[in-house]
Structure formats: structure tokens, C-alpha cells
């Protein structure tokens, strides 16, 4: 078999499950959002990364399908664990072809009807790249936000035309790319740290919120946080939980 064709019967077969990042708040250290990552053990290859089947499933239409499973499924989980973390937040990925599909508006309307999750509690995350076909883009956050939804521009400052997003979109976040923190405690005064201090000013001024992607260390988070991030994300504070885990991590934290 061709890994399109696992991944095609991955959805019946029952063989994805959604795990959760936390991304803490800088100040008080409490879990604000958990950030949806798909994954998928498949029966003929195993584990297989999104990095991996994800790009095969933009190929076609399955990418649709994938996405709507993991909205929902994030949507349902999001709402069953506001009993335990009342205003916890879930990000769910959306990749370019999945924005461009015309039927994304009904999908996430659908996922936050279905689980009766308050629309302010679903972040989606989209990078650069997927708002680089103008017109439409604009239209399709502009349409995503009347929702109710929060949008953030993912993996920020790896792609093109930054700036003129950040001018033109009604986006509520800003993720700043794991390639500028890797850095910052080896480098304190190098291009990276200019570069995240720059941002988070930026950021504070359009009253955006400001998540650092991938912190592994004390020293990265630490600094993030005096340069003005508000959210981070990484290795340091926690990787991505099945839902089990993530629900003993929320009990704990009461
Ligand atoms: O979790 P991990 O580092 O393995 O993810 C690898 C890549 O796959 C990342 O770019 C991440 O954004 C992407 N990804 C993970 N889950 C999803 C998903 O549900 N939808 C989309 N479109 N991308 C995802
Ligand atoms: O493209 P996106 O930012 O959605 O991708 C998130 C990816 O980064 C996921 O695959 C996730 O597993 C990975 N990730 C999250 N935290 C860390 C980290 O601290 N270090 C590294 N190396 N990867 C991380
Ligand atoms: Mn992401
Ligand atoms: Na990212």
C-alpha cells in the first residue's frame, strides 16, 4: 500500500487522535490554549508525522476531510475540559488548501454548533504562505471572524509579506517561528533577539497576542518573557499530551 492509500481509510480505520501542547501564559505560568497536533498510527507503517502525511493529504481532497475531523474533534474535547479549566482555550492547525476550500466557513460553524464550544475559545492557526492569494484571503478571515473565532499567523516571520498581514487582517495572534528562539540564550544580543524584541513591540502596540514557539530551555523562557511575549510554547513547559495526560496535567494545576 501507498501511504494515500493508509491514509485514505486512516479516518474509518479510527487510527487518528488528536494530541495537545500547552502554551502558558508568560507571566502567571497557568495553561491559556493547547494547540491541536494530529496524529496517526497506521497500520502498515506505524507512526507517521504530520510533517509526513500532511503534505500528501493536501495533494487531494482528503485534507478536507482531515480538517474537519480534527476541528471537531478539538471543539468536542475543548468543551468537555472546561469543566475542569473553565476558559481554556484549543488552536487547531489550518493548512493552505483547507483555507482556500469554500466549505471551511460551514466546517468550523458546524465543529462549534456540534460541541456547543464558545466560538472565543478556537484559535486557528494559519501561516504566511496560506495568505499569500490575496483577495480571497482577506474575504475568508474576514468571514472566519464574524464567526467569532480568534485567527494567528503561525511559524511568523518565515514567510513573506509580514507586515502587510499584520496592516490589512482583523488576526488576534502572532506565533513567532521556533528559528528565532533557538538562539537567544547562546546569542542574548544577536539578530534573533532584536528581531523578537522588535515583534513583540509590534505586537503590543496592535494589542496582538505574542506566542514563542518551541522554548526548550529556563533561559529561553525567561527571556522571552522580559522581551514582551506573552504566550509560550515548547519543550520546557510541556509537548504535546494525549488527552488523558493533558486532563491529569489541568486537575493537577487547580
Ligand atoms: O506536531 P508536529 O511537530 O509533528 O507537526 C508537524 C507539522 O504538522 C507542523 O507544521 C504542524 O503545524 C502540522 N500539523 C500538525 N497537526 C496538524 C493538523 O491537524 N492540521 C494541519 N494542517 N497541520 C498540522
Ligand atoms: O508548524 P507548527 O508551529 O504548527 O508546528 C509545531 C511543531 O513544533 C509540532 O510538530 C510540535 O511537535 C513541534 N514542537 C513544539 N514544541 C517544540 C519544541 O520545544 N522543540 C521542538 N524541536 N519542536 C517543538
Ligand atoms: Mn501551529
Ligand atoms: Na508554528
Known amino acids: 500500500v501507498e501511504l494515500d492509500a493508509a491514509l485514505h ?3 474509518d ?7 495537545y501542547q500547552p502554551l502558558v501564559d508568560a507571566r502567571t505560568g497557568r495553561v491559556t490554549e493547547v494547540e491541536a497536533l494530529m496524529r496517526w498510527t497506521s497500520r502498515e507503517f506505524g507512526p507517521v508525522s ?35 479549566a473553565p ?23 458546524a465543529a462549534l454548533q456540534h460541541a456547543g464550544l464558545n466560538p472565543a475559545l478556537l484559535t486557528l492557526e494559519i501561516t504566511e504562505g496560506v495568505l499569500m492569494d490575496h483577495d480571497d484571503a482577506i474575504r475568508r478571515v474576514l468571514d472566519l471572524r464574524r464567526l467569532g473565532v480568534r485567527l494567528a499567523i503561525d511559524d511568523f516571520g518565515t514567510g513573506f509579506s509580514s507586515l502587510h498581514y499584520l ?19 547562546t546569542h542574548p544580543d544577536g539578530v534573533d533577539a532584536h528581531i523578537v ?14 506566542t514563542a514557539e518551541g522554548v ?17 510554547q515548547g519543550w520546557h513547559f510541556s509537548r504535546d499530551l494525549p488527552l488523558e495526560t493533558l486532563c491529569e496535567r489541568l486537575g493537577g494545576e487547580r
Open 9 to 11: 481509510r486512516a479516518l
Open 197 to 210: 524584541r522588535s515583534v513583540a513591540h509590534l505586537c503590543a502596540g496592535l494589542e496582538l497576542e505574542l
Open 13 to 19: 480505520r479510527d487510527e487518528l487522535r488528536l494530541h
Open 50 to 84: 504530520p510533517a509526513e502525511f500532511i503534505p500528501v493529504a493536501e495533494g487531494s481532497a482528503l485534507i478536507v476531510h482531515l480538517g474537519a475531523w480534527a476541528l471537531r474533534q478539538a471543539c468536542l474535547d475543548t468543551a468537555h475540559l472546561q469543566a475542569l
Open 216 to 232: 526548550e530551555t529556563g533561559a529561553q523562557a525567561e527571556l522571552l518573557r522580559t522581551m514582551g511575549c506573552t504566550l509560550l
Open 87 to 109: 476558559g481554556l482555550r484549543v488552536a487547531v492547525n489550518v493548512s493552505p488548501s483547507q483555507f482556500r476550500h469554500p466549505g471551511l466557513v460551514q466546517a468550523v460553524q
Open 167 to 185: 496592516k490589512n487582517l482583523p488576526v488576534n495572534a502572532v506565533k513567532i517561528d521556533k528559528t528565532f528562539v533557538d538562539q537567544l540564550a
